[in-house]
């Protein structure tokens, strides 16, 4: 990354969404209790490889690192995190319907 | 103090930046002992091992590219991955 | 959220982000579940959730303008600042959690700019969450061999005889530049002071400016 052939910086700004302040503080709130830590979600982010960066958001990436990280601590199985977002995904067609 | 980055490339999860490694510069100063992000990244019980910032001239890391010689960038280097210039 | 009336900019001025009223997506879906099963789990509380993400809102380059404006104002906090700039901010009252913190001092002959190549590493609990272009590649990659050049397109020319300093925050640090105090601001109060402290001159893109 450091150094590497880059174009111009946009300088577009915006508004986290309900959504990705949610992410970042489960990122907090999960390292406080020991499930996580900053190396370990950079760790998950970066075995997704570069093309991440391309087809993923932010915190798109940040919330897979946060349920990689999860699994691998225990807090709950994968199993587990199919079935329930088996069950979210049926509450409806927004985000506010299925949060 | 004269320190040199090692030059080594493992895979996985490091902090050591790509474009400093085997780059020499002086140490800035010590900040003290921090827990190992490569035993951390994988939630291995962290040694502890000292974070040192080192300073590094742009000429010795870009060479003739650099944009001013005399310019410097300063980084956190863990002192695992610095041996004496 | 205030988004319901869809308005197209935020109170902020900034466009809303697609949020809770376009198709549910992927990734919220994950997010939904990964925060439920922490709750059912007793890892967390949903009241946790929801004051993580107030403490955070409440945090912005304001508190850091209060931080700087007190150093030019005090000279013994300027030696705090620079010695512990972490210590110092609790001394005046922020809350910034665990986070370590060094300021770099802006001179006549010094010129500070901060980035984070391997991440996007920021003072967050102070200055609150970074701006969007500070995460890009193009900043991320560009600001440790052109600095000058970056620093130019954010309209900060630096003069020759003047050392830019690149700060990469490589791992545990996180970094705040104290600018220099502009010569005509001098006899302004400190909480006038503060006005002038802009978020990109605490990054080190910026100056600081006169208020609005």
Known sequence: MGGDPAGDINHEQHDFALW???????????????????????????????????????????????????????????????????????????????T | MKVRVHNNWPPGHIRTPAYLRGKAGEVERDIGL??????????????????????FTMSEVWGDAAETPDDVIEAEIYAHWLEPA | MPHDNHDTLSTSGHPYRKDDDTALSYWQVMEIAVRELLIEKGHITAVQVHDQINTMDARSPA?????????????????????????????????????????????????NVVVCTLCSCYPRNLLGLPPDWY??????????????KVLSEFGVDIAQDVQVRVHDSTADMRYIVLPA?????????????????????????????APN
């Open chain 1, 20 to 98: 990705e302040k949610r992410v970042d503080a489960l990122m907090v709130l999960a390292s406080s209790v020991g499930l996580m830590n900053t190396d370990s979600l950079r760790r998950v982010l970066e075995d997704m490889g570069k093309e991440s960066y391309e087809t993923m958001s932010y915190y798109e990436r940040w919330i897979a690192s946060v349920s990689q990280n999860m699994v691998e601590a225990g807090a709950f199985s994968t199993a587990e995190l199919a079935d329930k977002m088996a069950q979210v995904k049926a509450r409806g067609a927004t985000y506010g319907d299925a």
């Open chain 3, 135 to 148: 995460k890009s590649r193009a900043y991320r990659s560009r600001t440790v061999i052109e600095p000058r």
């Open chain 2, 34 to 55: 921090f827990n190992n992000p490569e035993q951390n990244a994988y939630r291995l019980p962290p040694q502890k091992s000292h974070l040192v910032r080192i300073r």
């Open chain 3, 181 to 209: 105090q502009p010569a005509r601001t001098r006899g302004l109060l400190e909480n006038e002071l503060a006005q002038w402290v802009t978020r990109d001159s605490m990054i080190g893109v910026g100056l600081p400016q």
């Open chain 3, 63 to 111: 508190h850091g303008a209060k931080v700087v404006a007190h150093a030019w104002c005090n000279p013994e906090f300027k030696l705090a600042l620079l010695a512990d700039a972490a210590q110092a901010s609790r001394d005046m009252g922020f809350d910034i959690g665990p986070m370590h913190l060094i300021a770099v001092e802006n001179t006549a002959s010094v010129h």
